[in-house]
């Protein structure tokens, strides 16, 4: 029989996996009995033809036999599997994802240069990760937005979820970093807009700041409603200061951000806010100064 001579480079993979002898034996007997050496990820085949067929494709079967688990908490992987974000991974890189949801892992299965590149992808598909507050008043149009607007616009994948009972909604907004981000930023928009200012930056107020504010609120509110029609409370689960409009017919869809009163009513609220914000944060140091010295 006629011999030949042939170099192959290894992937960093295969050159590891033939670090085992048996490994190499195993190569050998089905190349048809052909000699190989091993150095680093060159390897040198002495044997026939047929033999160096036959180690290719047995190379080929070594190299899909890699497999990687990429962690991935609850929410996302519910996401990415609902939505199809696995199988368009599986089918751009053709490997196969397969989700484990108590494990809370990814497995990707294939040829070690394809599971690679679908792991860098799935992993910068986990950088960003965003649970934004919703008030329940927007159920069914928040999740019509997140997803007919949002999730196409920003390539991020949004739920819209019940938070504690007869409290707020939760939006899980998840993807890459800054798709995420430009997601959250759409979102909180979207909402105010609809009426409903956050009264997040509030949140460090004394029980007595905070009574002074919701009055001043009842204040502002016979003030609007005299000017504008316009009806202002602090929403039950004091996340929201809500403004609204009774005579707006779909205002869920279109929002107030182009009624006449709107700026003017919301550039009011914002001073009150701001002023209140700084009560907060004075209070949030001295408590914090407190404990430093105790």
Known sequence: KELKEEKLKLSDFAADRLKDKAEVTRLEAAACGASLKIEGSALTFNGSSKGFDALKSALEQLESAYSCD?????????????RG?????EKKHS????????????????????ARKAEKDLKWRLTGKEDLPCPKELNSASRRHAKDIIEVETGAFVEVARGDFGGDLVMHIRGDQEGVQEAK?????WIEERGFVTTKPLANLDQAKWQQFTDDMWHFGEKFDQ???????VSDSGSWVRLRDPSAKNWEAEGFAAAGWWDTVRGELKQVMDWYSSQAEEEAKAEAKAKVEA
């Open 70 to 82: 990429v962690e991935v908490e609850a929410v996302t992987l519910r996401l990415l599997d609902i």
């Open 85 to 89: 974000g696995l199988q368009r991974l």
């Open 95 to 114: 490997v196969s994802l397969t989700a484990d949801s108590g494990a809370g892992l990814v497995r990707i299965s294939g040829s070690a240069e394809q």
């Open 185 to 189: 930023d759409q979102l909180q928009t």
């Open 227 to 233: 000017q504008f029609g316009v009806k202002t409370a």
